[in-house]
């Protein structure tokens, strides 16, 4: 009662008041209150349903890495609440499956995911299709492409702002710069090339058997051309420049014996570093942070290495001993590792060292036995490329089959 001996209602309470009282409520009492006027759903969305959401898996709001962009890529703005619901589906594996771009011959496709664009390599043509809010969300037709079907196989493609770079199967990189509308092709190396990187006028490019070389970029007459500064005699599976301005680069060999497949180098001396991460290869590697690293490698594991101390910091296992064959960090807490058998990708907290939150199969309509070669996700959509196509897992379908693999993992841990 108030001092005045009238009433109080609810809805006179303030933001803060109110925000204090919806904490004790459950969810699907929040919904319901969030129906009841303009005021309640304002501070529910704004204050708990944010709140709530802000740390989930892959739909979170709140990103620790500064060099992440994963909020860009979501195609629809999704709200609070509905990032809750998406999380819930990627927890209990609720997904309409989708089967794209498919090919008899086997071949090895990139993928690069971006708000408006995914960018997919073709054998040796780089073709950009857009994104619509609507249907399969991808539109078969591309909008454009660079080089031919025909041309040596694209073996790597990185995407910075607007510039496109990539390495094919000949030893030749090329450069697509979409703000100036200009394309160069040039000869790097006499060998496969398996990876490539830049930041900035530093590009990357390491080969199967041979070598890692480090180029300068300028621009003549409107052409890029690439300079060489430093060949290093070690070549590598995978390479990545830290974000931190590119100081370091971090190295993963194919192969290595001694189990020290993770290497970090420094760009400017050309100094070489192994990190006590026992592992006899590395085939993909990202940044986490500029001090920590997240590899996926040949003995089953997941791992995140600090670079501080050299060596791990937690280890993840695939509960079905397959090889890690690429990852995708979604620049908070959760990390997709696309496996060696099966299409199978796995979801990983960071938070939680040792366990898979779940694991996704999708359906083997050609071949049960293809690996995942490579990842791109964003809130609601994963993007899986196997040995004859893409296959497009959209988490934001209604009326979609659970298919829910914890039980096998809780089976598997304890």
């Known amino acids: 009662m108030c001092n005045d001996g009238q009433s109080l209602n609810i809805c006179d309470l303030n933001e803060d008041v109110l925000e204090h009282i919806f904490q004790y409520l459950h969810l699907p009492d929040l919904d319901r209150a969030a129906r009841v006027c303009r005021k309640f759903y304002s501070t529910i969305n704004c204050y708990v349903f944010a709140k709530l959401s802000a740390k989930l898996l892959l739909t979170g709001h709140q990103r620790k890495s500064s060099n992440s962009f994963r909020l860009s890529r979501d195609v629809i703005d999704f709200s609070y609440r509905k990032r809750m619901h998406l999380f819930e589906n990627w927890r209990y594996g609720r997904y309409r499956e ?143 420049l830290c974000p931190d301005e590119g100081k370091l680069l971090a190295v993963g060999k194919y192969h290595d014996r001694s189990k020290g497949a993770l290497r970090v180098i420094d760009v400017e001396s050309g100094t070489t570093s192994k990190l006590d991460s026992p592992s006899k290869a590395v085939y993909q590697l990202v940044w986490r942070d500029s001090n920590t690293i997240l590899t996926g490698n040949f003995d089953t594991t997941m791992r995140m290495v600090d670079i501080r101390t050299a060596c791990d910091v937690a280890i993840w296992t695939d509960p079905y001993d397959a090889s890690v064959y690429c990852l995708e960090y979604d620049g908070a807490y959760a990390v997709l590792c696309g496996m060696k058998h099966n299409f199978r990708v796995n979801l990983y907290d960071i938070r939680v060292p040792k366990r898979c939150v779940q694991m996704y199969f999708p359906s083997n309509k050609f071949s049960q036995y293809s690996p995942v070669h490579s990842l791109a996700a964003d809130s609601s959509q994963l993007f899986v490329v196997t040995d004859h196509d893409l296959r497009i897992l959209n988490f934001n379908a209604h009326g979609t089959e659970t298919k829910d693999y914890t039980w096998d993992l809780n089976k598997w841990l304890y």
Not at 136 to 150: D, F, T
Not at 176 to 194: G, H, P, W
């Open 98 to 240: 989708s089967q794209l771009f498919h090919h008899r011959t086997i071949y090895f496709s990139q993928v690069v995911l971006e708000k408006r664009w995914l960018y997919m390599t073709h054998r040796g043509q780089l073709r950009a299709h857009e994104r619509v809010p609507k249907d399969y969300m991808v539109k078969n037709r591309p909008s454009w492409a660079v080089g031919r079907e025909k041309d040596p196989d694209i073996s790597w493609v990185v995407k910075q702002r607007q510039v496109l770079f990539g390495g094919r199967m000949d030893g030749t990189c090329f450069v697509q710069d979409q703000a100036n509308q200009c394309y160069s092709q040039q000869r790097l190396e006499d060998d496969v090339i398996t990876a490539v990187d830049f930041e900035g006028d530093l590009y990357i490019c390491s080969t199967k058997s041979s070598c890692t070389s480090f180029w300068r970029g300028t621009v003549e007459f409107g052409d890029r051309r690439l300079t060489l500064m430093r060949r290093l005699d070690e070549p590598y599976q995978t390479v990545k």
